[in-house]
């Protein structure tokens, strides 16, 4: 499993709420044995229960926290992920563009109804105000998405606001295609941090990538 919980509502209200999304997502994951759960269900708790201890959480403290989510697993040759929020999932396939997710934010909304246009002033004033996210004060939207069918030259980015805002779909998938998952995360953190020119917001990314096995690696010892 890969995840990404990018936190809003001031600098502790953000930390509280995607640190609790993380802790629940690592405690549902380690119950994995259930057999009863399938993985879309089990993505889904994961997402309702934090948003459930989230909301309390702002009750009692008085704070707004809310967190994005996207979380992706794979199992063999097939892949399923939930998100809410602006955080996206990118799935590449050679490098080239298979799915992204569509943000949960009013810009993304009407530019999709056709009311705005994609890129102009109007999209950048809705684009960062939500209508889903985890610990939002309202009905919790998730979205799922699946792939059965993987193979090497597949990869997933999960990638916050402050990091894909800086690059287009054709250069990620370029830059994930060409370097091992460490150094492609590496140098998307740097050149988005080089363009952001100290105006950026936080930066986060998680890849998974689907390489050709070792030829060697069954004759190597354990």
Known sequence: MALLAD????RSGGRIASDQVL???KNLFQELPDRSKTMREMLGQIATEAHAVIRLTALASEKEPHSTIVALIVQRDSAIWVHAGDSRLYHFRDGALAHKTIDHSY????????QLVEGGPETERYKNILFSAIGIGHELRLDYGEVQDLRPGDSFVLASDGLWAYFSEREMGAIVHQLPARDAAEALVYQARERARGGGDNLSVAIVKL???DPGASSRPD
Do not use: I, K, Y
């Open 7 to 10: 936190g809003m509502g001031g």
């Open 23 to 25: 802790a629940t997502a």
């Open 107 to 114: 810009g993304s909304q009407l530019n999709a109804e056709g």
């Open 211 to 213: 390489v050709p096995p």
